[in-house]
């Protein structure tokens, strides 16, 4: 058995899924919200974006299981010796992806590449030559590259696009069979799939489905033989690394967001309720917050937890702990320097919700201050609560690529996306240029960030009628004018 | 009006010493002088001998906040509070950790950061406005709907792509402009252009599309429909009529946009090589120099507040109804 670890931002990354899997109990049976969330289910682009999104969360929690695997034992060790376990902490993900991990070469080789990038001093035939070493593992399986590699990738391209191609069609079929009705025909089912007549827009997740599991079969057949994003300086997988750089996005855009809830929550609902001075006091408070330049706030934050992990290396085990612990404190500061937003908004909304007729009736009937505000107000700005969070996230993958090229990011032996970028920085002004590893971390954090952004804004849309959020409609031909929206009461500092 | 500002002026003041006292218990207590002078000598085995005469050389050996050994106003003038924090208010800087006066090392850098901030934030402006109308100009077709696709692709990628991508398609590919460097004259418009650019692009996006759900809402209001029943063109509608109007909110997102504008010249001064405040600041995180760190953060503090202000006061020009007690 392998030792499990729970790391800092495991077991915070758990706790999240599990209070998502709460909420979505909870929301499944109130009425109001199943109602709501409804119209986020019959969003085409919505739920395409969710089933990109899926697989990324998907990718983040199997990187997110960690286990120190069992060493065999000593030779010459007692039967009953207590078991060694490695000192490297592996993930669930690590472990399924052995193969191009461990394939290390020795620095940069292009994608697909059979050959390394630079020239090197090579023994051919007892006589050293300048040429193109043989990579270790990229092709290693070739005898002659240049004549055999194109027929190479082109079969095994082949054979992963087909593997690709009956999960599809597995895929298609299993989702035709369950939702199709009893007495109805398979047949009939993909047909409403197709002609999208379904409720839930199946055929635009099916498609999305199936363009992610044609990519994926396409890309491991290759994986098994070549870097297929190439390597980085040190000779490792960009593909692997970008894989492992989703969970590090996926931690600071959820962490940082949930870190910043109860601050947000307690102050902004505290100020709108009580008024007067409790709001100057708080008021005073997320101004004097926010008018800090947020990035020399978290590296100041990001100083104190250096030298605190400096003064306290008993406390952890090993190199991935500290770096872990530092991602997650990472995520605590950009909560407790974030948080004056959304107590703003959640302010002006108690302000408005305290006057209202139900809250006075509370009142009145001797409610105390504290059950008003958990009961009456806390549940009725859970929706700003919640599109704040949505749309807080993308901001928050793309910021932490800027801090951690100003040095106040992740550990620099965290894979990130920040730190890719930043690797890369110096290989785009190389010659001949190392183009992949910005190329995998742009793609990536783009199809991230992207899916986010389409399935925010139709958070936004179901829970704020009168959203800013934009809308991408194809136009119709006969469609009338966009609803219109009365303008929000500007908030004018007028006192 | 003159009172209001006063007052606004008497508010940001508290709010900087606010941000002052938060800092000083940031920098001195939380984190001691102590482990800023190991982190800042670095390397496992420090002596203490070494900490203290880093210490005495910075003038951190001193007390915190009550100096007994001193005499009269010495008691409360030779603390570190006074000397590094309230001084801060007179624009006394001191000298940094490595020894150099920072007032000096800001007066040299805040005129490349105007140069390359300014420009940036007005040109954005301009060039956001002018796409956001003319998405509004062209609703319900096909040219909103791949516009605002392309906002919202725009707003997907990080502004370190810009700068990458943007240096090297146009100073290695196309050699239009120096990858990075700063000088004085004419030379300054070819090494800022690239930057200006890339700060307006980096922009684009996320605001363009939240002007234009300021001009939508603006849009379907009485006087609009008053204007077009009038006979007015389409143009003249939005450019004379909603654009005025949709101003009001427009004005407080750019002060939300201020600190960005800090955020962003630091990140572009670095890449571009502008000797400004930014690459300063950076450069200053990077060796781990308290000192410049604490006084950028009171110099981007005095920033955000007088554009808060600023945006007070242009609320008045911009709409005449209100009216400021």
Redesign the interface.
């Known amino acids: 058995m392998p030792k499990i670890v729970f790391l800092a931002t495991d077991i915070a990354l758990y706790g999240l899924i599990v209070a998502i899997a709460f909420y979505v109990w909870h929301a499944l049976r109130t009425p109001t919200l199943r109602q709501t969330w409804r119209s986020v289910l019959h969003d085409r682009v919505a739920m395409a974006a969710a089933v990109v999104l899926i697989v990324f969360l998907v990718i983040a929690v199997l990187d997110s299981l960690h286990f120190r695997p069992l060493l065999p034992p000593a030779p010459g060790a007692a039967a009953d010796a207590a078991p060694a376990y490695s000192t490297r902490t592996l993930s669930v993900l690590d472990w399924m992806l052995e193969t191009p991990r461990e394939a290390r070469e020795k620095s940069y080789s292009i994608p697909l590449g059979t050959h390394g990038y630079a020239k090197e001093s090579i023994v051919v035939d007892g006589k050293t030559i300048r040429d193109y070493p043989r990579l270790q593992f990229g092709g290693a399986h070739l005898k002659d590259t240049e004549a055999e590699w194109a027929g190479d990738v082109a079969r095994r391209s082949a054979v992963g696009l087909l593997g690709g191609a009956v999960a599809v069609v597995v895929l298609w079929l299993a989702v035709a069979a369950l939702r199709k009705r009893p007495r109805t025909s398979l047949a009939s089912s993909l047909e409403a799939i197709w002609r999208q007549t379904t409720e839930v827009p199946w055929r635009s997740m099916l498609i999305t489905a199936s363009v992610l599991l044609l990519f994926a079969g396409w890309v491991a057949a290759l994986w098994s033989a070549y870097h297929v994003l190439g390597t980085d300086q040190t000779g490792n997988d960009v593909l692997f690394q970008a894989l492992k750089s989703i969970r590090t996005a996926v931690v600071i855009g959820s962490l940082a967001t949930l870190a910043t809830l109860p601050f947000a929550i307690v102050f902004g609902i505290l100020a709108g309720y009580y008024k007067g001075r409790v709001d100057d006091a708080i008021q005073?408070?997320y101004?004097?917050?926010?008018?800090?330049?947020?990035?020399?706030?978290i590296?100041?934050?990001v100083?104190?937890i250096?030298?605190f992990v400096?003064?306290n290396p008993q406390m952890f085990e090993t190199a991935l702990q500290r770096a872990d612990i530092r991602l997650f404190l990472l995520s605590a500061i950009l909560g407790l320097t974030g948080w004056a937003a959304l107590a703003r908004l959640l302010r002006a909304e108690t302000l408005k919700l305290s006057e209202l007729d139900y809250v006075q009736a509370a009142r009145a009937f001797g409610v105390s201050n504290a059950n008003i505000m958990r009961r009456h107000i806390l549940p009725n700005v859970t929706h700003v609560v919640l599109i704040v969070a949505v749309l807080d996230f993308?901001g928050l993958v793309?910021y932490e690529?800027?801090l951690s090229?100003?040095?106040?990011g992740v550990d620099p032996t965290t894979n990130s996306?920040g730190t890719m970028?930043n690797s890369?920085?110096t290989e785009?002004?190389r010659d001949p240029?190392v183009w992949w590893t910005?190329t995998a971390a742009?793609a990536f954090?783009?199809a991230l960030?992207?899916s986010m952004?389409?399935f925010a804004s139709a958070v936004n849309e179901a829970f704020d009628p009168r959203a800013?959020?934009?809308?991408?409609?194809?136009?119709k031909p006969s469609?009338a004018?966009?609803a219109?929206?009365?303008?929000?009461a500007?908030?004018?500092?007028?006192? | 009006m003159i009172n209001y500002i006063i007052r606004r002026i008497g508010y940001g003041l508290l709010i900087l010493i606010g941000v002052n006292l938060f800092t000083f218990l940031l920098f001195f207590t939380v984190n001691t002088p102590d482990d800023m002078a190991r982190m800042n000598i670095g390397g496992k085995r420090v002596t203490q001998d070494q900490i203290e005469k880093w210490k005495v050389e910075r003038g951190y050996d001193k007390p915190l906040f009550w100096n007994s050994k001193a005499e009269g106003l010495g008691k409360l003038k030779n603390t570190i509070f006074v000397e590094r924090s309230v001084q801060l208010f007179a624009f006394d800087f001191g000298a940094s950790d490595s020894g150099r006066d920072i007032g000096y090392e800001l007066k040299r850098r805040v005129g490349p950061s105007i140069a390359l901030a300014i420009p940036t934030f007005i040109l954005g402006i301009f060039v956001v406005i002018v796409f956001s109308l003319l998405l509004v100009f062209f609703r319900n077709t096909y040219v909103e709907f791949w516009g605002v696709t392309l906002a919202v692709f725009l707003l997907s990628i990080s502004s370190l792509f810009y700068i990458i991508v943007g240096q090297f398609f146009f100073s290695k590919l196309l050699k239009l402009v120096p990858i990075s460097g700063f000088a004085g004259g004419a030379d300054l418009f070819i090494f800022l252009a690239l930057p200006i650019l890339i700060g307006i692009a980096s922009r684009l996006g996320g605001e363009a599309l939240f002007y234009r759900t300021m001009f939508l809402e603006e849009i379907g209001k009485d006087y609009v429909r008053t204007a077009r029943s009038k006979g007015l063109s389409e143009t003249v509608v939005l450019f004379r009529h909603v654009l005025r109007n949709a101003m009001l909110p427009i004005l407080t997102s750019t002060v939300a946009v201020l600190p960005l504008l800090f955020l962003g010249a630091l990140i572009m001064e670095s890449f571009f090589g502008i000797p400004g405040l930014g690459s300063y600041t950076i450069d200053a995180i990077n060796s781990q120099d308290f000192a410049v760190v604490r006084s950028m953060v009171f110099v981007g503090s005095v920033l955000y507040i007088v554009g808060l202000i600023l945006t007070d006061i242009s609320y008045t020009v911009a709409d005449p109804r209100i009216r400021l007690a």
């Open positions: 005073y408070l101004t004097v917050l926010s008018s800090i330049p947020s990035v020399l706030l590296a100041a934050f100083l104190m250096q030298v400096d003064k993308s793309l690529a800027v090229y100003v040095g106040v996306f970028i890369a920085r785009m002004s240029i910005l742009f954090m783009v960030v992207l952004q389409f800013r959020a934009f809308r991408i409609r194809r136009p469609s004018q966009p219109v929206q009365p303008a929000p500007p908030a004018i500092a007028s006192d």
